[in-house]
């Protein structure tokens, strides 16, 4: 299985960016940790991270042709109002998992919205960076026995 692990914007600054909220882990450790859970599941990764909306849809449209699986999507601030991400995740057939390292359920009224969370699969929010093992998981369930999705 090929996954593809997105990133949106300030997600470069984990670790240091609001820690009380996000963390201390890095970007780069959580990297880490998933290469390390791909590795025990035969699972091939790719990262990238982008401030910048339209380079993450570029990203998105080349995952749909390089015979990626699924797409592990962290959003970031445009998960509340990017109606160009959604259409470009909307636009392929390569499954998204959304997640959220804080729940964003219980913050801000803005950021309880997603507009991209109708297009995905599912969303993991408020586990820490554990979400994006998380959905990872998801993804290897996905298509076994007794798992409908
Ligand atoms: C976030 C939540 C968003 O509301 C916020 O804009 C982010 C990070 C999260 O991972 O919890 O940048 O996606």
């Known amino acids: 299985m090929k996954l593809l692990i997105l990133n949106g914007p300030n997600l470069n600054r984990l670790g240091k960016r609001e820690p009380e909220i996000y963390g201390h882990e890095t970007l780069d450790d959580m990297e880490i940790k998933l290469t390390k859970l791909a590795s025990e599941h035969n699972v091939q990764v790719s ?3 982008s401030n910048t909306e339209g ?3 570029d990203r ?8 990626t699986d699924g797409i592990i999507f962290n959003p970031g601030a445009f998960t509340h109002y990017s ?3 959604r259409d470009a995740i909307g636009s392929v057939s390569v499954p998204a998992i959304e997640v959220h390292i804080s729940n964003v359920h219980n913050r801000e009224s803005f950021r309880q919205t997603s507009v991209i969370a109708p297009v995905c699969l599912g ?3 408020g586990f ?3 979400g994006y093992i998380l959905a990872m998981h998801a993804f290897l369930l996905r298509g076994k026995e007794d798992c409908s999705i």
């Open 47 to 49: 990262f990238f991270q």
């Open 55 to 57: 380079t993450l849809i």
């Open 60 to 67: 998105i449209h080349e995952a749909a042709d390089d015979g």
């Open 83 to 85: 109606i160009a991400l």
């Open 123 to 125: 969303q993991m929010t």
């Open 128 to 130: 820490g960076t554990n």
